[in-house]
């Protein structure tokens, strides 16, 4: 263990950091703190904004379960296909399997609008083939891991937040190239890193 002090601000000083490192963790408030203290602080926002390398980001909650499955979010944005990788490593190191999460949004077709006759529950087939076809592609190249492919008709950060219940780890992807542009976490990775039962790691598309 090598402690370091540092006389700067505390995102800079660990988004610097991250440039050799393989991992930075960083704590956030969780589930259990009051509303005006839940959302991400701004050091752990600025950390993962600009960060160069993976976030882990551990509220006071989010213990996780050693013995549950790796979850990451998947669909068809360029960060995937990297969460996925760095997921199936995870998954792997642990000796645990992994669940590749998509959700299908369907909040705008009940709202008595007129599909023109289309079949919601035929297009939701389709999705859920289509991701295990792209998933299947990926896991292909790590031989031994359990990769389940769960396809729900729901919010995306509600099915991931609902899977990291019993999860040991989550793993969400966000776009960007790191350093002074940062990255955009978006409104799914920004609530799950919120709400998460489990740890959550921050990866970029690469």
């Known amino acids: 263990v090598e402690v370091r002090i540092e006389e700067a601000m505390a995102s800079y000083t660990l988004a610097q950091a991250s440039k050799t490192a393989e991992l930075v963790v960083i704590g956030a408030r969780g589930r259990n703190a009051p509303l005006s203290a839940r959302a991400l602080g701004g050091t752990a926002l600025g950390v993962i904004a600009h960060a160069h390398g993976p976030v882990a980001v551990i509220h006071d909650q989010a213990v996780g379960t050693p013995s549950g499955p790796v979850v990451v979010g998947v669909d068809d944005g360029p960060q995937a296909e990297g969460a996925f990788r760095y997921a199936a490593t995870e998954a792997l ?16 077709w009940t709202l008595g609008l007129d599909h023109g006759g289309i079949d919601f529950t035929e297009v939701v087939s389709a999705i859920e083939a289509h991701m295990r076809e792209m998933v299947g ?12 492919v769960k396809v729900t008709p ?3 950060a509600s099915a991931l937040i609902g899977a990291s219940d019993g999860a040991s780890l989550v ?3 966000a776009r960007g190239l790191g350093g002074f542009a940062g990255l955009v976490l978006g409104s799914t990775s920004r609530a799950v890193v919120r709400e998460s039962f489990a740890p959550v790691i921050v990866v970029r598309g690469e």
């Open 137 to 148: 592609g990926w896991a292909a190249e790590f031989p031994g891991l359990e990769v389940e």
């Open 171 to 173: 793993v969400v992807g």
């Open 93 to 108: 190191s642990r000796g645990a399997g992994l669940h590749a999460v998509h959700a299908v949004d369907v909040a705008m």
């Open 154 to 156: 729901d919010r995306p």
